[in-house]
């Protein structure tokens, strides 16, 4: 171990130098071992979300590693980009219409089952909306039938909106969007 590197700590993530298997294994750091070459008790991570991995009788994984076979992973990667969620008022501005929205769904554009609903927005569904008005308190627009307005937006054409919380005539209103950098 070089003298600039710091050793690893309980809690750290770390990543495999060198892979005995097909894959380098990725784990955090759960029990040290001190002696001439610290080892490392790990907890074994899933690679692409970094959770614990699980046995099939439902025990929590883990392996020992001596510390310069283990690098500090780079969480970097792993940080969970913003995107869109059910709940959020998004906003949709064309051809100098601006219609806001509050999601309510995701919907596969050819009509089949998707599964972004449960585990996220995966970026290639349409956005399912109820149309609000952007005045205070965010009303549901409604059809002249009495129905709610809905759409369907791709995810090109909306972005989240900050919304604010009460002021002090009563009402959450959406921030003004053009200060809405994002």
């Given at each position: 171990m070089s003298s600039k590197?710091?050793?690893?700590?309980?809690g750290d993530r770390i990543i495999e130098k060198f892979a005995q298997g097909k894959k380098k294994r990725v784990g955090e750091v759960i029990f040290i071992q001190e002696g001439n070459c610290r080892k490392l008790q790990l907890l074994q991570l899933n690679s692409h979300n970094l959770k614990p991995l699980r046995k099939g009788n439902l025990e929590l994984k883990t392996f020992r590693l001596p510390e310069?076979?283990?690098?500090?992973l780079n969480e970097w990667n792993y940080l969970k980009r913003k995107t869109f969620q059910i709940g959020d008022t998004i906003i949709n501005k064309r051809n100098g219409k601006?219609?806001?929205?509050?999601?309510?769904?995701?919907?596969?554009?050819?009509?089949?089952?998707?599964?972004?609903?449960?585990?996220?927005?995966?970026?290639?569904?349409?956005?399912?909306?109820?149309?609000?008005k952007g005045c205070d308190g965010l009303p549901r627009n409604m059809k002249s039938n009495g129905e709610v307005s809905r759409f369907n937006i791709t995810p090109e054409r909306a972005k989240v909106c900050t919304?604010?919380?009460m002021d002090d005539q009563g009402g959450t209103r959406i921030k003004d969007p053009s200060s809405n950098n994002k």
């Open positions: 590197m710091k050793p690893l700590d309980i310069d076979r283990c690098k500090k601006v219609r806001y929205g509050r999601i309510i769904s995701f919907v596969h554009p050819d009509g089949l089952y998707t599964e972004s609903n449960e585990k996220g927005y995966n970026g290639k569904d349409l956005i399912e909306c109820i149309e609000i919304v604010l919380p």
